[in-house]
């Protein structure tokens, strides 16, 4: 398994910006797609990027195309999520995780993760 950390949430009023990171500690980080799952209250993780491994190809979910961006720095074992135009309804636990099988090309589910990160707190305030 991949040991990941999540970071760089806060508090950001409506239409504010964040970074979050995920570092990983592993070798060949490069073979890994990187996902990230917001998780509200009472709600399921849900996939709203994700990266590739061997291509570096990416995936948005419709809710955040146009406002994030994923991207990853392989020789810091790094995968970056840029946050821009944030919403209220952006409010969540944001976890990273990371799988050496997968591809993405569509919607992508928690349960094709195999680590995960702790998560980091995103609040947005209208």
């Known amino acids: 398994q991949v040991q990941l950390v999540d970071s760089g949430g806060g508090s950001v009023p409506a239409g504010g910006s964040l970074r979050l990171s995920c570092a990983a500690s592993?070798?060949?980080?490069?073979?890994?797609?990187i996902g990230w799952f917001p998780q509200a209250p009472g709600k399921e993780r849900e996939g709203v990027s994700c990266?590739?491994?061997?291509?570096?190809?990416?995936y948005y979910a419709v809710s955040v195309k146009g406002r994030f961006t994923i991207s990853r720095d392989n020789t810091k074992n790094t995968v970056y999520l840029q946050m821009n135009s944030l919403k209220p309804e952006d409010t969540a636990v944001y976890y990273c995780?990371?799988?050496?099988?997968?591809?993405?090309?569509?919607?992508?589910?928690?349960?094709?993760?195999?680590?995960w990160g702790q998560g980091t707190q995103v609040t947005v305030s209208s």
């Open positions: 990266i590739n491994r061997s291509d570096g190809s990416t």
């Open positions: 995780a990371a799988d050496p099988d997968l591809y993405c090309s569509g919607y992508v589910s928690s349960a094709d993760f195999g680590s």
């Open positions: 592993v070798r060949n980080f490069k073979n890994y797609a």
